[in-house]
Protein backbone atom coordinates (compact mmCIF):
# COMPACT_ATOMS: atom_id res chain seq x y z
CA UNK A 1 0.00 0.00 0.00
CA UNK A 2 3.01 2.15 0.69
CA UNK A 3 4.53 1.64 -2.66
CA UNK A 4 0.80 2.64 -4.16
CA UNK A 5 0.74 5.86 -2.69
CA UNK A 6 4.55 6.89 -3.57
CA UNK A 7 3.41 5.98 -6.82
CA UNK A 8 0.27 7.92 -6.39
CA UNK A 9 1.84 11.27 -5.54
CA UNK A 10 4.37 11.05 -8.70
CA UNK A 11 2.05 10.61 -11.47
CA UNK A 12 -0.26 12.89 -9.10
CA UNK A 13 2.88 15.57 -9.07
CA UNK A 14 1.87 18.21 -11.80
CA UNK A 15 -1.13 18.50 -9.71
CA UNK A 16 -0.43 19.98 -6.13
CA UNK A 17 -3.96 20.07 -4.45
CA UNK A 18 -4.12 16.48 -5.24
CA UNK A 19 -1.14 15.99 -4.33
CA UNK A 20 -1.47 17.81 -0.75
CA UNK A 21 -4.38 15.74 0.14
CA UNK A 22 -2.76 11.99 -0.87
CA UNK A 23 0.24 13.63 1.31
CA UNK A 24 -2.00 14.09 4.39
CA UNK A 25 -3.76 10.54 3.84
CA UNK A 26 -0.19 8.88 3.98
CA UNK A 27 0.48 10.88 7.16
CA UNK A 28 -2.60 9.87 8.87
CA UNK A 29 -1.81 6.70 7.53
CA UNK A 30 1.16 6.47 9.49
CA UNK A 31 0.21 7.83 12.89
CA UNK A 32 -2.99 5.26 12.56
CA UNK A 33 0.01 2.44 12.52
CA UNK A 34 1.80 4.23 14.97
CA UNK A 35 -1.39 3.84 17.59
CA UNK A 36 -1.91 0.63 16.00
CA UNK A 37 1.22 -0.73 17.24
CA UNK A 38 1.28 0.55 20.72
CA UNK A 39 -1.66 -1.07 21.56
CA UNK A 40 -1.14 -3.76 24.69
CA UNK A 41 -4.20 -5.75 23.23
CA UNK A 42 -3.17 -7.88 19.95
CA UNK A 43 -5.42 -6.28 16.92
CA UNK A 44 -5.97 -8.78 13.71
CA UNK A 45 -7.65 -7.63 10.76
CA UNK A 46 -9.22 -11.14 8.97
CA UNK A 47 -10.70 -12.38 5.78
CA UNK A 48 -14.01 -14.15 5.87
CA UNK A 49 -11.34 -17.09 6.43
CA UNK A 50 -10.27 -16.38 9.58
CA UNK A 51 -6.81 -15.57 8.15
CA UNK A 52 -4.75 -12.28 9.31
CA UNK A 53 -4.45 -10.07 6.66
CA UNK A 54 -2.68 -7.67 9.28
CA UNK A 55 -2.09 -7.61 13.33
CA UNK A 56 -0.10 -5.02 15.63
CA UNK A 57 2.86 -5.69 17.21
CA UNK A 58 1.15 -6.53 20.59
CA UNK A 59 1.83 -10.17 18.91
CA UNK A 60 5.61 -9.85 19.67
CA UNK A 61 5.36 -8.60 23.00
CA UNK A 62 2.46 -11.75 23.74
CA UNK A 63 5.56 -13.45 22.36
CA UNK A 64 3.64 -14.93 19.92
CA UNK A 65 5.12 -13.88 16.21
CA UNK A 66 6.89 -11.42 14.67
CA UNK A 67 4.61 -8.72 13.50
CA UNK A 68 5.80 -9.31 9.34
CA UNK A 69 5.06 -12.95 9.81
CA UNK A 70 1.14 -12.56 10.15
CA UNK A 71 0.08 -12.59 6.79
CA UNK A 72 -2.05 -15.27 5.29
CA UNK A 73 -1.74 -17.21 9.10
CA UNK A 74 -5.12 -18.10 10.45
CA UNK A 75 -5.66 -16.32 13.61
CA UNK A 76 -6.10 -19.66 15.35
CA UNK A 77 -2.63 -20.62 14.51
CA UNK A 78 -1.37 -17.85 15.87
CA UNK A 79 -2.64 -18.41 19.64
CA UNK A 80 -2.06 -22.33 19.19
CA UNK A 81 0.22 -23.12 17.12
CA UNK A 82 -0.39 -27.07 17.54
CA UNK A 83 -3.50 -26.88 18.71
CA UNK A 84 -5.76 -30.19 16.95
CA UNK A 85 -8.86 -30.18 19.13
CA UNK A 86 -12.14 -29.31 17.13
CA UNK A 87 -13.57 -28.53 20.10
CA UNK A 88 -11.08 -25.16 20.77
CA UNK A 89 -12.99 -22.12 21.81
CA UNK A 90 -11.26 -20.37 18.71
CA UNK A 91 -12.84 -22.85 16.35
CA UNK A 92 -16.08 -23.16 18.14
CA UNK A 93 -16.83 -19.60 18.52
CA UNK A 94 -15.47 -18.33 15.23
CA UNK A 95 -18.34 -19.95 13.35
CA UNK A 96 -20.74 -18.14 15.94
CA UNK A 97 -18.57 -15.35 15.78
CA UNK A 98 -18.48 -15.34 11.67
CA UNK A 99 -22.40 -15.54 11.62
CA UNK A 100 -22.85 -12.61 13.84
CA UNK A 101 -20.36 -10.40 11.52
CA UNK A 102 -22.28 -11.34 8.51
CA UNK A 103 -25.37 -9.70 9.95
CA UNK A 104 -23.07 -6.83 10.51
CA UNK A 105 -23.51 -7.50 14.52
CA UNK A 106 -20.39 -7.53 17.18
CA UNK A 107 -19.09 -10.72 18.84
CA UNK A 108 -17.50 -11.49 22.08
CA UNK A 109 -16.84 -13.86 24.67
CA UNK A 110 -14.45 -14.32 27.59
CA UNK A 111 -12.39 -17.87 28.28
CA UNK A 112 -9.70 -19.14 30.69
CA UNK A 113 -7.07 -20.09 27.89
CA UNK A 114 -5.27 -22.86 28.72
CA UNK A 115 -2.20 -23.29 25.98
CA UNK A 116 -1.69 -19.18 26.66
CA UNK A 117 -2.08 -19.51 30.48
CA UNK A 118 -4.78 -16.40 30.19
CA UNK A 119 -8.05 -15.25 30.58
CA UNK A 120 -9.44 -13.76 27.61
CA UNK A 121 -11.61 -11.27 26.44
CA UNK A 122 -11.81 -12.00 22.61
CA UNK A 123 -14.00 -9.54 20.38
CA UNK A 124 -14.84 -9.81 16.57
CA UNK A 125 -16.41 -6.68 14.76
CA UNK A 126 -17.53 -6.00 11.67
CA UNK A 127 -15.91 -3.75 8.98
CA UNK A 128 -17.12 -4.28 5.49
CA UNK A 129 -19.32 -7.09 3.87
CA UNK A 130 -18.75 -5.07 0.26
CA UNK A 131 -17.90 -6.66 -2.53
CA UNK A 132 -18.05 -10.15 -0.35
CA UNK A 133 -17.79 -12.33 -3.39
CA UNK A 134 -15.71 -15.03 -4.80
CA UNK A 135 -13.27 -12.30 -6.62
CA UNK A 136 -12.67 -10.65 -3.14
CA UNK A 137 -12.51 -13.16 -0.43
CA UNK A 138 -9.54 -12.17 0.99
CA UNK A 139 -10.75 -8.46 1.30
CA UNK A 140 -10.84 -7.27 5.41
CA UNK A 141 -13.87 -8.71 6.93
CA UNK A 142 -13.40 -8.14 10.53
CA UNK A 143 -11.21 -6.24 13.44
CA UNK A 144 -10.61 -9.09 16.40
CA UNK A 145 -8.99 -8.18 19.76
CA UNK A 146 -7.50 -10.14 22.21
CA UNK A 147 -7.22 -8.77 25.63
CA UNK A 148 -5.32 -10.24 28.92
CA UNK A 149 -7.75 -10.09 31.43
CA UNK A 150 -6.05 -12.35 33.86
CA UNK A 151 -5.34 -9.71 36.85
CA UNK A 152 -8.68 -8.52 36.58
CA UNK A 153 -10.04 -12.17 36.24
CA UNK A 154 -8.05 -13.41 39.42
CA UNK A 155 -9.61 -10.36 41.26
CA UNK A 156 -12.72 -11.35 40.68
CA UNK A 157 -12.66 -14.73 41.73
CA UNK A 158 -10.96 -13.79 44.56
CA UNK A 159 -13.50 -11.71 45.80
CA UNK A 160 -15.94 -13.77 44.83
CA UNK A 161 -14.17 -16.57 47.03
CA UNK A 162 -14.64 -14.14 49.83
CA UNK A 163 -17.90 -13.18 48.88
CA UNK A 164 -18.95 -16.77 49.54
CA UNK A 165 -16.93 -17.54 52.42
CA UNK A 166 -18.44 -14.64 54.35
CA UNK A 167 -22.01 -15.66 53.26
CA UNK A 168 -20.95 -19.29 54.92
CA UNK A 169 -19.62 -17.36 58.22
CA UNK A 170 -22.68 -14.68 58.45
CA UNK A 171 -24.56 -17.89 57.56
CA UNK A 172 -23.26 -19.73 60.63
CA UNK A 173 -23.35 -16.66 63.02
CA UNK A 174 -26.69 -16.54 65.31
CA UNK A 175 -27.34 -12.82 65.17
CA UNK A 176 -29.61 -11.10 62.82
CA UNK A 177 -28.02 -8.10 60.72
CA UNK A 178 -30.62 -5.51 60.85
CA UNK A 179 -30.00 -1.54 58.62
CA UNK A 180 -31.41 1.24 59.35
CA UNK A 181 -31.50 5.07 58.94
CA UNK A 182 -30.92 7.34 61.23
CA UNK A 183 -35.12 7.86 61.75
CA UNK A 184 -35.57 4.45 62.80
CA UNK A 185 -36.94 2.99 59.44
CA UNK A 186 -35.76 -0.89 59.11
CA UNK A 187 -34.12 -0.81 55.20
CA UNK A 188 -32.76 -4.70 55.41
CA UNK A 189 -33.02 -7.74 57.66
CA UNK A 190 -30.67 -10.57 57.60
CA UNK A 191 -31.18 -13.56 59.67
CA UNK A 192 -29.16 -16.26 59.67
CA UNK A 193 -30.49 -18.86 63.01
CA UNK A 194 -34.53 -18.85 62.59
CA UNK A 195 -35.95 -17.63 65.77
CA UNK A 196 -39.61 -17.31 66.49
CA UNK A 197 -39.47 -14.67 69.41
CA UNK A 198 -37.61 -12.39 67.35
CA UNK A 199 -39.85 -9.15 66.68
CA UNK A 200 -37.23 -8.30 63.51
CA UNK A 201 -38.46 -10.61 60.32
CA UNK A 202 -38.34 -9.89 56.66
CA UNK A 203 -42.37 -8.26 57.35
CA UNK A 204 -40.42 -5.85 59.21
CA UNK A 205 -38.34 -4.13 56.11
CA UNK A 206 -40.17 -0.58 55.72
CA UNK A 207 -41.57 -0.16 59.10
CA UNK A 208 -40.01 1.82 62.03
CA UNK A 209 -38.63 0.52 64.74
CA UNK A 210 -40.92 2.38 67.17
CA UNK A 211 -43.94 0.45 65.78
CA UNK A 212 -42.26 -3.18 66.63
CA UNK A 213 -40.30 -2.68 70.02
CA UNK A 214 -42.55 -2.07 73.21
CA UNK A 215 -42.27 1.20 74.45
CA UNK A 216 -40.49 0.39 77.64
CA UNK A 217 -37.66 -0.06 75.82
CA UNK A 218 -38.27 2.19 72.90
CA UNK A 219 -36.24 5.01 74.25
CA UNK A 220 -33.08 2.59 74.63
CA UNK A 221 -33.64 2.20 70.77
CA UNK A 222 -33.55 5.70 69.92
CA UNK A 223 -30.65 7.02 72.25
CA UNK A 224 -28.23 4.44 70.58
CA UNK A 225 -29.35 5.45 67.04
CA UNK A 226 -28.49 8.87 67.74
CA UNK A 227 -25.85 7.89 69.73
CA UNK A 228 -24.01 5.92 67.10
CA UNK A 229 -24.92 8.68 64.75
CA UNK A 230 -23.22 11.58 66.78
CA UNK A 231 -20.24 9.48 67.75
CA UNK A 232 -19.66 7.21 65.15
CA UNK A 233 -18.64 4.99 67.35
CA UNK A 234 -20.20 1.07 68.02
CA UNK A 235 -22.64 1.21 71.17
CA UNK A 236 -24.99 -1.51 72.64
CA UNK A 237 -27.60 -2.10 74.82
CA UNK A 238 -29.61 -5.28 76.24
CA UNK A 239 -33.64 -5.72 76.45
CA UNK A 240 -35.80 -8.53 77.25
CA UNK A 241 -39.21 -9.27 75.56
CA UNK A 242 -41.78 -11.87 76.80
CA UNK A 243 -42.66 -15.09 74.66
CA UNK A 244 -44.82 -17.74 75.58
CA UNK A 245 -45.28 -16.65 79.45
CA UNK A 246 -40.68 -16.64 79.26
CA UNK A 247 -38.19 -13.87 78.84
CA UNK A 248 -36.30 -13.61 75.81
CA UNK A 249 -33.01 -11.30 76.67
CA UNK A 250 -31.01 -10.13 73.70
CA UNK A 251 -28.15 -7.35 73.06
CA UNK A 252 -28.30 -5.14 70.25
CA UNK A 253 -24.91 -3.65 68.96
CA UNK A 254 -25.28 -0.40 66.89
CA UNK A 255 -22.67 0.09 64.61
CA UNK A 256 -21.99 3.25 62.16
CA UNK A 257 -22.46 2.50 58.00
CA UNK A 258 -22.78 6.01 56.24
CA UNK A 259 -23.80 9.23 57.28
CA UNK A 260 -27.33 8.25 57.47
CA UNK A 261 -27.69 4.33 57.90
CA UNK A 262 -25.91 2.13 60.38
CA UNK A 263 -26.55 -1.76 61.52
CA UNK A 264 -28.12 -3.15 64.10
CA UNK A 265 -26.88 -6.42 65.29
CA UNK A 266 -29.43 -8.27 67.15
CA UNK A 267 -28.27 -11.51 69.07
CA UNK A 268 -30.31 -13.48 71.60
CA UNK A 269 -28.16 -13.97 74.85
CA UNK A 270 -31.17 -15.77 76.65
CA UNK A 271 -29.15 -19.26 76.66
CA UNK A 272 -25.90 -17.42 77.63
CA UNK A 273 -27.73 -15.22 80.48
CA UNK A 274 -29.08 -18.81 81.48
CA UNK A 275 -26.02 -20.22 81.75
CA UNK A 276 -24.16 -16.92 83.43
CA UNK A 277 -26.98 -17.31 85.63
CA UNK A 278 -26.63 -20.67 86.72
CA UNK A 279 -22.77 -20.40 86.75
CA UNK A 280 -23.20 -17.76 89.49
CA UNK A 281 -25.64 -19.60 91.27
CA UNK A 282 -23.33 -22.69 91.40
CA UNK A 283 -20.28 -20.37 92.57
CA UNK A 284 -22.45 -19.27 95.41
CA UNK A 285 -23.63 -22.41 96.47
CA UNK A 286 -20.35 -23.69 96.18
CA UNK A 287 -18.96 -21.36 98.38
CA UNK A 288 -21.74 -21.24 101.04
CA UNK A 289 -21.62 -25.08 101.21
CA UNK A 290 -17.82 -24.76 102.18
CA UNK A 291 -18.86 -22.08 104.78
CA UNK A 292 -21.68 -24.00 106.58
CA UNK A 293 -19.46 -27.24 106.64
CA UNK A 294 -16.74 -25.13 107.61
CA UNK A 295 -18.74 -23.36 110.55
CA UNK A 296 -20.97 -25.82 111.67
CA UNK A 297 -18.92 -27.31 114.23
CA UNK A 298 -17.82 -23.61 115.59
CA UNK A 299 -21.88 -22.78 115.61
CA UNK A 300 -22.98 -26.16 116.74
CA UNK A 301 -20.58 -26.23 119.84
CA UNK A 302 -21.75 -22.38 121.60
CA UNK A 303 -24.88 -23.46 120.76
CA UNK A 304 -24.58 -26.88 123.16
CA UNK A 305 -23.55 -25.33 125.09
CA UNK A 306 -25.78 -22.12 125.82
CA UNK A 307 -28.31 -25.29 126.28
CA UNK A 308 -26.67 -26.86 128.63
CA UNK A 309 -26.10 -24.03 130.25
CA UNK A 310 -29.86 -22.37 130.09
CA UNK A 311 -30.96 -26.26 130.91
CA UNK A 312 -28.95 -27.12 134.60
CA UNK A 313 -29.69 -22.78 135.45
CA UNK A 314 -33.56 -24.06 134.74
CA UNK A 315 -32.94 -26.75 136.89
CA UNK A 316 -31.16 -25.05 139.89
CA UNK A 317 -32.68 -21.48 139.85
CA UNK A 318 -34.22 -21.70 143.25
CA UNK A 319 -30.73 -23.56 144.79
CA UNK A 320 -28.00 -21.75 142.51
CA UNK A 321 -26.67 -18.40 144.38
CA UNK A 322 -26.53 -15.18 142.76
CA UNK A 323 -22.76 -15.41 141.87
CA UNK A 324 -23.43 -19.07 140.29
CA UNK A 325 -26.48 -17.98 138.23
CA UNK A 326 -23.93 -14.57 136.81
CA UNK A 327 -21.04 -16.95 136.22
CA UNK A 328 -23.91 -19.40 134.42
CA UNK A 329 -25.41 -16.48 132.51
CA UNK A 330 -21.38 -14.91 131.76
CA UNK A 331 -21.35 -18.23 129.99
CA UNK A 332 -23.89 -17.86 127.67
CA UNK A 333 -23.14 -14.07 126.82
CA UNK A 334 -20.01 -15.71 125.74
CA UNK A 335 -21.20 -18.82 123.61
CA UNK A 336 -22.94 -15.85 121.90
CA UNK A 337 -20.69 -13.48 121.22
CA UNK A 338 -18.76 -16.34 119.61
CA UNK A 339 -22.03 -17.31 117.26
CA UNK A 340 -22.63 -13.45 116.86
CA UNK A 341 -18.93 -13.66 115.64
CA UNK A 342 -18.98 -16.09 113.23
CA UNK A 343 -22.57 -14.34 111.41
CA UNK A 344 -20.42 -11.14 110.88
CA UNK A 345 -17.95 -13.34 109.20
CA UNK A 346 -20.34 -14.83 106.73
CA UNK A 347 -21.76 -11.79 106.19
CA UNK A 348 -18.56 -10.41 105.13
CA UNK A 349 -18.59 -13.59 102.71
CA UNK A 350 -21.50 -12.48 101.09
CA UNK A 351 -21.50 -8.66 101.18
CA UNK A 352 -18.20 -7.38 99.22
CA UNK A 353 -19.46 -5.91 96.22
CA UNK A 354 -18.91 -2.15 97.64
CA UNK A 355 -15.12 -1.97 98.42
CA UNK A 356 -13.73 -0.07 101.85
CA UNK A 357 -10.54 -0.15 101.68
CA UNK A 358 -8.96 0.13 105.27
CA UNK A 359 -5.86 -1.10 107.35
CA UNK A 360 -6.42 -4.59 108.49
CA UNK A 361 -3.98 -6.23 110.91
CA UNK A 362 -2.98 -9.55 108.49
CA UNK A 363 -1.49 -11.97 111.29
CA UNK A 364 -5.01 -11.48 113.47
CA UNK A 365 -7.27 -11.43 110.49
CA UNK A 366 -5.26 -14.79 108.95
CA UNK A 367 -5.49 -16.30 112.34
CA UNK A 368 -9.28 -15.48 112.78
CA UNK A 369 -9.82 -16.80 109.56
CA UNK A 370 -8.64 -20.22 109.85
CA UNK A 371 -9.78 -20.89 113.55
CA UNK A 372 -13.05 -20.63 111.52
CA UNK A 373 -12.10 -23.58 108.92
CA UNK A 374 -10.02 -25.04 111.16
CA UNK A 375 -12.50 -27.82 112.12
CA UNK A 376 -13.26 -28.61 108.94
CA UNK A 377 -9.91 -29.10 107.75
CA UNK A 378 -9.34 -31.68 111.33
CA UNK A 379 -12.41 -33.32 109.61
CA UNK A 380 -11.14 -33.46 105.99
CA UNK A 381 -7.75 -34.62 107.31
CA UNK A 382 -5.77 -31.75 106.25
CA UNK A 383 -2.84 -30.77 108.25
CA UNK A 384 -2.48 -26.82 108.33
CA UNK A 385 0.26 -25.18 108.83
CA UNK A 386 0.23 -21.00 109.11
CA UNK A 387 2.98 -19.30 109.13
CA UNK A 388 2.90 -15.59 110.13
CA UNK A 389 5.94 -12.83 109.21
CA UNK A 390 6.61 -11.02 113.32
CA UNK A 391 5.18 -7.96 113.39
CA UNK A 392 1.47 -8.47 112.51
CA UNK A 393 2.01 -5.93 109.59
CA UNK A 394 -1.01 -4.09 107.92
CA UNK A 395 -2.38 -4.98 104.37
CA UNK A 396 -4.54 -2.24 102.53
CA UNK A 397 -7.96 -4.01 101.80
CA UNK A 398 -11.03 -4.49 102.01
CA UNK A 399 -12.00 -7.10 104.42
CA UNK A 400 -15.08 -8.70 102.97
CA UNK A 401 -13.10 -8.82 99.88
CA UNK A 402 -10.05 -10.17 101.04
CA UNK A 403 -11.94 -12.99 102.90
CA UNK A 404 -13.65 -13.96 99.71
CA UNK A 405 -10.43 -14.08 97.95
CA UNK A 406 -9.11 -16.66 100.48
CA UNK A 407 -12.42 -18.62 100.60
CA UNK A 408 -11.97 -19.11 96.75
CA UNK A 409 -8.11 -19.66 97.40
CA UNK A 410 -8.82 -22.51 99.94
CA UNK A 411 -11.74 -24.00 98.72
CA UNK A 412 -9.21 -25.09 95.21
CA UNK A 413 -6.11 -25.95 97.94
CA UNK A 414 -9.31 -28.34 99.66
CA UNK A 415 -10.32 -29.96 96.48
CA UNK A 416 -6.71 -30.34 94.91
CA UNK A 417 -5.95 -32.37 97.71
CA UNK A 418 -8.75 -34.73 97.98
CA UNK A 419 -6.82 -37.64 96.90
CA UNK A 420 -4.03 -37.22 98.91
CA UNK A 421 -3.20 -39.29 101.93
CA UNK A 422 -0.99 -36.79 103.43
CA UNK A 423 -3.29 -33.43 103.00
CA UNK A 424 -0.98 -30.35 103.74
CA UNK A 425 -1.64 -26.55 102.88
CA UNK A 426 0.61 -24.02 104.52
CA UNK A 427 -0.33 -20.42 104.45
CA UNK A 428 3.15 -17.49 105.10
CA UNK A 429 3.14 -14.13 105.12
CA UNK A 430 5.99 -11.70 104.07
CA UNK A 431 6.83 -8.21 103.66
CA UNK A 432 8.80 -6.64 101.26
CA UNK A 433 9.23 -3.29 99.70
CA UNK A 434 6.06 -2.32 100.78
CA UNK A 435 4.30 -4.66 100.12
CA UNK A 436 2.65 -7.64 102.08
CA UNK A 437 2.64 -11.33 100.38
CA UNK A 438 0.52 -14.07 101.57
CA UNK A 439 1.67 -17.21 100.41
CA UNK A 440 -1.04 -20.42 100.28
CA UNK A 441 0.69 -23.89 99.10
CA UNK A 442 -0.98 -27.22 99.13
CA UNK A 443 0.43 -30.44 97.91
CA UNK A 444 -2.53 -31.58 96.02
CA UNK A 445 -2.31 -32.99 92.12
CA UNK A 446 -0.95 -29.73 90.40
CA UNK A 447 -1.81 -28.05 87.16
CA UNK A 448 -0.24 -28.37 83.73
CA UNK A 449 1.64 -25.42 82.35
CA UNK A 450 -1.60 -25.26 79.66
CA UNK A 451 -3.84 -25.06 82.88
CA UNK A 452 -2.35 -22.43 84.37
CA UNK A 453 -1.89 -20.23 81.45
CA UNK A 454 -5.71 -20.58 80.65
CA UNK A 455 -6.57 -20.35 85.05
CA UNK A 456 -8.13 -16.61 85.13
CA UNK A 457 -10.23 -17.41 81.78
CA UNK A 458 -13.62 -17.17 82.35
CA UNK A 459 -15.73 -20.26 82.27
CA UNK A 460 -12.56 -22.12 82.26
CA UNK A 461 -12.27 -24.93 84.75
CA UNK A 462 -10.23 -27.97 86.10
CA UNK A 463 -13.39 -29.11 88.11
CA UNK A 464 -15.68 -31.67 87.35
CA UNK A 465 -18.76 -29.33 88.75
CA UNK A 466 -16.78 -26.39 88.53
CA UNK A 467 -18.07 -22.99 87.08
CA UNK A 468 -14.63 -21.58 86.22
CA UNK A 469 -15.47 -17.72 87.99
CA UNK A 470 -13.99 -18.61 91.23
CA UNK A 471 -10.43 -17.24 90.14
CA UNK A 472 -11.80 -14.33 87.37
CA UNK A 473 -13.56 -13.09 90.59
CA UNK A 474 -10.27 -13.76 93.19
CA UNK A 475 -8.42 -11.47 90.02
CA UNK A 476 -11.27 -8.90 90.25
CA UNK A 477 -11.15 -8.42 93.73
CA UNK A 478 -7.59 -7.96 94.10
CA UNK A 479 -7.34 -5.84 90.98
CA UNK A 480 -9.95 -3.06 92.73
CA UNK A 481 -7.93 -4.05 96.13
CA UNK A 482 -4.57 -2.67 93.72
CA UNK A 483 -3.64 -6.12 94.60
CA UNK A 484 -2.05 -9.04 92.70
CA UNK A 485 -1.94 -12.69 92.38
CA UNK A 486 0.57 -15.22 90.44
CA UNK A 487 -0.22 -18.99 90.72
CA UNK A 488 2.75 -21.33 90.52
CA UNK A 489 2.10 -25.59 90.01
CA UNK A 490 3.19 -28.93 88.74
CA UNK A 491 1.51 -32.06 88.03
CA UNK A 492 1.52 -33.97 91.49
CA UNK A 493 3.43 -32.08 93.12
CA UNK A 494 1.24 -29.43 94.37
CA UNK A 495 0.39 -25.59 93.70
CA UNK A 496 1.62 -22.49 94.96
CA UNK A 497 -0.76 -19.08 95.03
CA UNK A 498 1.29 -15.30 95.79
CA UNK A 499 -1.07 -12.80 97.09
CA UNK A 500 0.25 -9.25 96.65
CA UNK A 501 -1.26 -6.49 98.80
CA UNK A 502 -0.11 -2.63 99.34
CA UNK A 503 1.18 -2.32 102.61
CA UNK A 504 -0.99 -0.18 105.14
CA UNK A 505 -0.65 2.68 107.36
CA UNK A 506 0.81 2.36 111.56
CA UNK A 507 -2.49 3.04 112.91
CA UNK A 508 -5.81 2.54 111.76
CA UNK A 509 -8.16 4.49 109.90
Request: hydrophobic fraction near 40%.
Amino acid sequence: MDDKLDELEIKLSPHKSLLATVKNINQAKKELEVAFDSLSDIVLLLDFNGNIIRGNRAVESWNLRNVNELEDLHFHRLFHPECVDNKCHMITHWSFARERICDNENYEYQCNDQILGRYLLIQFRPISLENLDNSGINNIFLVATFRDITASKQIEIELDQTTEELKTILQALPEQYIRLNRDGDILDVKTNRASSSTIFTQDSIGKNIRTLVAPFIREKFFKAIEEVQATNSPTKLEYSLAYRNNNHFYEARFLPLSEDQLIMINEDISEKKELQNLAESVDVMEKLNYIFSAVRHEIGNPVNAIKVTVSVLKKNIGIFSEEKISEYTDRVLSEINRIEYLLKSFKSFVMFEDMDLGNIPINDFLTDFFSVLNDGFKEKGINLDLELNPGNDNVCADPKGLYQVLLNIINNAVDATKEKNDKRIKIRTAKNAGKIRITITDNGKGLSEEQVRNLFQPFFTTKAEGTGLGLVLVKKILSRMQGEINIESALNIGTTVNITLGEGKVENL
